[in-house]
């Protein structure tokens, strides 16, 4: 791959616009990264916030299904228990609804766990992929 401004061998390619860099190439250190131009440094910095803008919302909407979750759990479990305390010859009902009250506990569970280990690592980024080689 040959760098477009100076018709040299390309040593990177800006991780915005994909445009290839040689080493005489003016670079602009943009969050760990190197880009070709301020425009493309700029870019950079806005898709790395709203990539975590919406980590975060992620977050938050698993902390939502968590606490939905462990509401649903304990509403099912209580009806288990009191329709078994009100009409236990529908045995079979209350134990389904019980058994299903328990998995909605433990998927909550599941959802806040899920949630605290994103939220202790707010600035994990996505890993660039490697850029494909056309020589």
């Known amino acids: 791959m040959r760098c477009s401004a100076h018709n040299q061998e390309a040593t990177g390619i800006c991780p915005y616009c994909g445009r290839a860099l040689c080493a005489s190439c003016e670079r602009v ?5 190197t880009a070709c131009s301020a425009t493309c440094a700029e870019a950079l910095v806005q898709s790395e916030r709203a990539t975590q803008l919406i980590l975060s919302k992620n977050v ?6 968590a606490y939905f ?28 609804a019980a058994v299903f009250g328990v998995v909605l506990s433990v998927s909550g569970v599941a959802f806040h766990r ?6 202790q690592r707010p600035n994990q980024t996505l890993q660039p992929t490697a850029g494909r080689s056309d020589d």
């Open 29 to 33: 250190p943009s969050s760990g990264r």
């Open 60 to 65: 938050q909407g698993a902390r939502v299904a």
């Open 69 to 96: 979750m462990y509401a649903s759990g304990v509403a099912f479990i209580a009806i288990a228990i009191f329709g078994y305390f009100k009409e236990p010859r529908f045995f079979m009902g209350h134990l389904v």
């Open 114 to 119: 899920v949630a605290g280990s994103r939220a």
